[in-house]
């Protein structure tokens, strides 16, 4: 990423032009929404309002953070599936019919037969997708859920390369690959993916997480590809990590809605001095 940057700075050029040039006038962001509670009631009252906020914050769609079973359930929450269904059932009359939603379970079923009896519950919801239901290596569990689910199923966030993808999109059969550009080795391999996605039908929803760097990156890469409808957006107003709040300085900006086509040079953001002294960490030696 900092080389893409280094690049467009240098040649007074935004970073999309070098993709392969805007398919689109502007970009369309989901709200990531991690609640707060340690309760499911407290964790479902936070979402709700979360999911409120963002749409008040003129917000087309979200994502809501539905992790409260399973390896990574929040805040040390092991709940049933109800809770699950109940949690996505409150979010969704929260936001009304015309708000896109997604959900994310983090990996919480360990079969797929588990997860589609849950998903099954969850079509009348009208969720765009559901986020990793299953571990990344259960590839013909995301196949068996792809070949009986109405729910496209989205995963990709912790892959590292193209040819991981090409096992979720090929034998996983994943409706939405979700390549995060710091992860996945930068825009150039994540151009790539983009390739093999458009090639095979898939859709594009570029994880991120934490910082106004990767949000920039992701909104250049949507710029330059069609089948990308959404980005990742963690609202700063809405997350409690300081480096999402305040790395960087004039980071994009939501206007109705939408994410205008980047215009400055590079990525288009800058790092905040103070907040890189302020969280920097020396080095040790032993």
Not at 62 to 83: A, I, R, T
Not at 152 to 158: D, F, N, P, S, T
Not at 171 to 185: N, T
Not at 257 to 262: A, I, N, R, T, Y
Request: charged share 25%; hydrophobic share 40%; aromatic share 8%.
């Amino acid at each position: 990423m900092a080389l893409w940057d280094i690049r467009g700075k240098a040649m007074g050029k935004p970073c999309w032009q070098f993709l392969g040039g805007a398919r689109k006038q502007s970009i369309t962001p989901y709200a990531s929404l991690l609640p707060t509670g340690r309760t499911p009631e407290a964790y479902r009252d936070s979402l709700v309002a979360k999911a409120r906020e963002a749409k008040q914050l003129g917000f087309r769609a979200g994502k809501m953070e539905v992790c409260v079973k399973g390896p990574y359930s929040h805040n040390g929450l092991k709940e049933s599936d109800d809770w699950v269904v109940r949690i996505v059932a409150a979010c969704r009359e929260a936001v009304g019919p015309d708000f896109t939603m997604m959900v994310d379970v983090c990996y919480c079923w360990t079969n797929a037969k588990e997860a589609l009896r849950v998903m099954r519950q969850l079509e009348p919801y009208d969720l765009f997708f559901m986020e990793t239901p299953l571990q990344l290596d259960d590839l013909d569990g995301y196949a068996f859920l792809h070949d009986h689910s109405s729910i496209r199923v989205a995963a990709g966030e912790l892959q590292n390369s193209r040819f991981e993808f090409l096992d979720l999109m090929d034998r996983g059969k994943v409706d939405v690959a979700q390549p995060d550009v710091g992860r996945v080795g930068g825009l150039t391999e994540a151009r790539r993916v983009c390739d093999l996605a458009a090639d095979r039908a898939r859709l594009i929803v570029p994880h991120c997480w934490k910082t106004g760097i990767g949000i920039a990156a992701s909104a250049h890469l949507s710029a330059a590809t069609p089948h990308c409808p959404y980005i990742e957006f963690l609202p700063a107003a809405l997350s409690e990590a300081p480096l999402r709040r305040e790395l960087v300085v004039e980071e994009l900006q939501l206007v109705n809605g939408v994410v205008p086509l980047p215009q400055k040079p590079g990525l288009g953001v800058e790092l905040d001095p103070e907040a890189v002294k302020r969280y920097c960490v020396s080095r040790v030696s032993r």
